[in-house]
């Protein structure tokens, strides 16, 4: 017989995550309709392919003014996935944390009377990842951080326990646009280095200041349209048999060259 559990789509094992704190998911027409109403914030949805009723259009309606994610799949699934068994058809996967907006992240900078340093997501997709990005920012000194709304895991319950605590004190924002909100930042003064295995070493780049960093996924690294904004391309020295670090590993790296470089040391 075949192993299910060696099969399952990383939505599922996301969703289920999510599941195991039970404020983190929304089930049932009613329930997900008011959920969207008073300003949730809903990560994703999961909505039973082929459901064509008034209720589901409304909800897909206010997913959509609120750009939330809309998967669909098969009953059987969501009946899996379901924890009340009352689904009706619908899951709504809710934000552990309220998200921030890109201004709280300056305004935390200016308050602390420091140039800004925020970390910027592109395409991270593992919830562990994020939390212990999430966890280096802080210690790092970073303002906050930021992350695209497609293609990225969000705060999911498994982010929050990743973060050990850290996501308490510092600010995660979700942008529509990565490209525009880097593109928006620099008529803020800000300047943007990302990580690239071809970029010049971070050793001989000048990171002090109020200063981006950009961080891409471990398949895929930085995408091309973002890595073309950025003002400066920085690499990890390695001294090895393969070619790339974990993302959350790189981050640390990168996120500690430029403490040290703010620092003076």
């Not at 997900?32 to 459901?51: H, M, N, P, W």
């Not at 997501?121 to 210690?139: K, Q, V, Y």
């Not at 895991?153 to 909100?181: F, H």
Request: aromatic content about 4%.
């Amino acid at each position: 017989m075949q192993d299910r559990s060696k099969n399952k789509r990383k939505d599922d094992i996301e969703l289920e995550e999510g599941m195991q704190g039970e404020e983190y998911t929304i089930e049932g027409r009613n329930m997900v309709i008011e959920a969207f109403r008073s300003g949730k914030t809903v990560d994703k949805l999961y909505v039973q392919d082929g459901c064509q009723d008034g209720p589901i259009q409304t909800i897909k309606k206010e997913a959509r003014k609120q750009e939330t994610i809309i998967k669909y799949v098969t009953r059987d699934r969501l009946d899996q996935l379901s924890k009340t068994g009352k689904h009706q058809g619908v899951i709504a996967i809710a934000a552990a944390y309220e998200y921030s907006e890109v201004g709280d992240i300056l305004q935390r900078a200016r308050e602390k009377k420091e140039p800004p340093f925020v970390i910027l997501l592109d395409n991270i997709e593992d919830p562990h990842n994020l939390g212990a990005i999430i966890r280096t920012a802080n210690l790092a000194g970073a303002h906050g951080v930021i992350i695209p709304k497609n293609r990225a895991v969000g705060l999911t319950a498994a982010v929050v326990r990743a973060s050990a605590g850290a996501l308490n004190y510092t600010p995660v924002a979700k942008v529509t646009n990565l490209a525009q909100t880097i593109e928006s930042l620099k008529k803020e003064g800000m300047w943007f280095v990302c990580a690239d295995m071809d970029g010049k070493p971070m050793y001989k780049l000048d990171l002090k200041g109020a200063i981006g960093l950009v961080i891409g996924s471990e398949g895929e690294g930085v995408g091309r349209l973002i890595k073309e904004r950025c003002d400066m391309v920085a690499s990890i020295p390695m001294k090895g048999n393969i070619d790339s670090l974990n993302a959350s590993v790189a981050a640390g790296v990168l996120a500690y060259e430029i403490l040290r470089q703010r620092m003076g040391y």
